[in-house]
């Protein structure tokens, strides 16, 4: 797959839509302007790539939004070495966007199809996260703390493996809820038993679901 011109200046665009809609984080809107978000899109769907729209991907998942991917992104306050857990890798996309910004991602995915196509088209993208073909719910105890966890699929609560895995004064951001409608929530850790937590609008997921398969 290539990235000419056309793709590029689709993305430019796209980028200055996402300004437009209030995305301010220059860091995040070079980012998308970099990744080529066509690289992870289900071929029927490639020339609809820079529409800001969510879109499947395989297995009845999702490629979010690019505005809601910038958003959760900005929430993040990503700089530029700290260690971040994804929880619901996918097509790898926001993965790819944090590794952009200079994070050192760690990514769990639930779906075994989902979890080898995102690991082979990342390498050979030329990012290497560590990724995870495991249960979301547990986290990843054995490269704790993190700075910061990023949850890509609606949460009915949040659980505590992750809470405990997050450093003191680290982020977490999540749509919260079940429905057909979530708040996107950011928990402040401030020590290992007190968290302050924001509300930042609604946004529709796919449900985070536990095992993996």
Known sequence: MQDTFKEKGLRKKLVETLREKGISDEKVLRAMETVPRHFFMDSSFISFAYK????PISSGQTISQPYTVAFQTSLLEVKEGERILEIGTGSGYQAAVL?????IVYSIERIKDLFLFAGNLLSSMGYHPYLFWDD???GKSSYA???KILLTAAAPFIP???KMQLKPGGLLVAP???GNLQKMIRLIKIDEHNFTQEEHGNFTFVPFLPGKR
């Open 176 to 178: 919260f809820g079940e």
């Open 99 to 103: 590794m952009e910004m200079g994070a």
């Open 145 to 147: 703390p993190f700075d």
């Open 52 to 55: 800001d729209q969510a879109f």
């Open 160 to 162: 505590e493996a992750l």
């Open 136 to 138: 979301g719910y547990e």
